[in-house]
């Protein structure tokens, strides 16, 4: 399964990569459930690996229900 319903938007693996860091991304990889809970609001929280340029790869995490969101890069 590659699209999840994400603030109540359909999403797609690279644009929900996309919404994590804020810029376009080269490539993404398919969405995972990620096995945490949002700190905000306590809802569940997708993964997505991503490379925003050809030299870097991130997994980003974003909450499905607010705007909370992560990176593995901090
Ligand atoms: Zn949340």
């Known amino acids: ?3 999840r319903v994400v603030q ?3 999403v797609t ?3 929900l990569a996309e919404m ?3 810029e376009s ?3 993404a990889e ?3 459930d990620a096995d945490r809970q ?3 609001c306590a809802e569940d929280v997708l993964a997505v690996g991503y490379m925003p340029s050809v ?7 974003k909450c499905q229900e607010c705007d909370w969101r992560e990176t593995d890069r901090d």
């Open 1 to 3: 399964m590659s699209n």
């Open 8 to 10: 109540g938007r359909m």
């Open 13 to 15: 693996a690279e644009s």
């Open 20 to 22: 994590i860091e804020g």
């Open 25 to 27: 991304v080269m490539e």
């Open 30 to 32: 398919p969405i995972e």
């Open 38 to 40: 949002c700190p905000d």
């Open 55 to 61: 030299t870097e790869f991130v997994t980003g995490y």
